[in-house]
T-cell receptor, first 115, second 116 residues
């Protein structure tokens, strides 16, 4: 069965800390995504990557960076966590195929609280 | 730019009643449309998708959606709600203009409650 694994289900950090959120997929997918989910706002794309070492900004990249050193792993980095980054973070992957009707595979999410 | 509007952030129905969750999209090209469901404490999973093969799309768990181009709508329905349908539902449209396959624009979500 296909799997997208996010390393932590819950995370509590302090303001100013550097935070790493890890995501691993076992499907050999080229594309990986980081979304942020907030009540009433739905899912908003932070960054995505379509290949190793390649990254593209999504709709809300400010305050975040990403790393993709290996195909299966896509990390989201909060350089200096702030309270407004308290949120649910969802990782997803997608195969690189011509037809864009293939579905996204999501991880279970990481609920990050920044105090 | 593509966009998705879900009407109603919360919908409450009685068990056995019809479920109707509304989604309207804007797209300059024929879209691919999706409905995802998120159960409590879980990630999103695909319910169904529209790919232009048929306007009435059947998904998992008895859900279906009808693509109506004239109304730019893709509403989700289920004839008879079950308690286990309580979840948050997201409509999404593909956005090939954003460079990478799989780039979706999501609606803000509709939380479905089912009363016994």
């Amino acid at each position: 069965d296909v799997k997208v694994t996010q390393s932590s289900r819950y995370l509590v950090k302090r303001t100013g800390e550097k935070v790493f959120l890890e995501c691993v997929q076992d499907m050999d997918h080229e594309n990986m995504f980081w979304y942020r989910q907030d009540p009433g706002l739905g899912l908003r794309l932070i960054y995505f990557s379509y290949d190793v070492k390649m990254k593209e900004k999504g709709d809300i990249p400010e305050g975040y960076s990403v790393s993709r050193e290996k195909k299966e792993r896509f990390s989201l980095i909060l350089e200096s966590a702030s309270t407004n980054q308290t949120s649910m973070y969802l990782c997803a992957s997608h195969p690189l195929i011509r037809d864009t009707n293939e579905k996204l595979f999501f991880g279970s999410g990481t609920q990050l609280s920044v105090l | 730019a593509q966009s998705v509007t879900q009407l109603g952030s919360h919908v409450s129905v009685s068990e056995g009643a019809l479920v109707l969750l509304r989604c309207n999209y804007s797209s300059s090209v024929p879209p691919y449309l999706f409905w995802y469901v998120q159960y409590p404490n879980q990630g999103l999973q695909l319910l169904l998708k529209y790919t232009s093969a048929a306007t009435l799309v059947k998904g998992i768990n008895g859900f279906e959606a009808e693509f109506k181009k004239s109304e730019t709508s893709f509403h989700l329905t289920k004839p008879s709600a079950h308690m286990s349908d309580a979840a948050e539902y997201f409509c999404a449209v593909s956005d090939p203009g954003r460079g990478s396959q799989g780039n979706l624009i999501f609606g803000k979500g509709t939380k479905l409650s089912v009363k016994p």
